[in-house]
């Protein structure tokens, strides 16, 4: 092995065993106030209930690709339902 190939691959064994270090969260903070009131009024928006409902000008547009079979009437409907969920 040269000396080069070697110190390639002791790099890669150190970025490996980085990669596979053991972390920890111990930063939390917790609300300590009083308990948050419901709000009046809750705005929920239209879904897009498959690719082709998702606007032209949207970010998410070309990031979605059709399914390979186009869904029924009657799924397209139950997508485009709003869903109360309480």
Avoid: H, W
């Amino acid at each position: 092995m040269t000396p080069s190939r070697r110190l390639a691959t002791l790099a890669l064994a150190l970025v490996v065993a980085a990669g596979c270090a053991k972390t920890a969260v111990s930063d939390r903070q917790y609300y300590e106030g009083g308990p948050i009131p419901r709000p009046n009024r809750i705005i929920v928006y239209d879904f897009a209930g498959s690719a082709a409902d998702v606007p032209v000008g949207s970010q998410t547009a070309g990031l979605y690709s059709a399914p390979p079979t186009a869904p029924s009437p009657q799924e397209s409907e139950i997508a485009r339902k709003p869903r109360m969920i309480a």
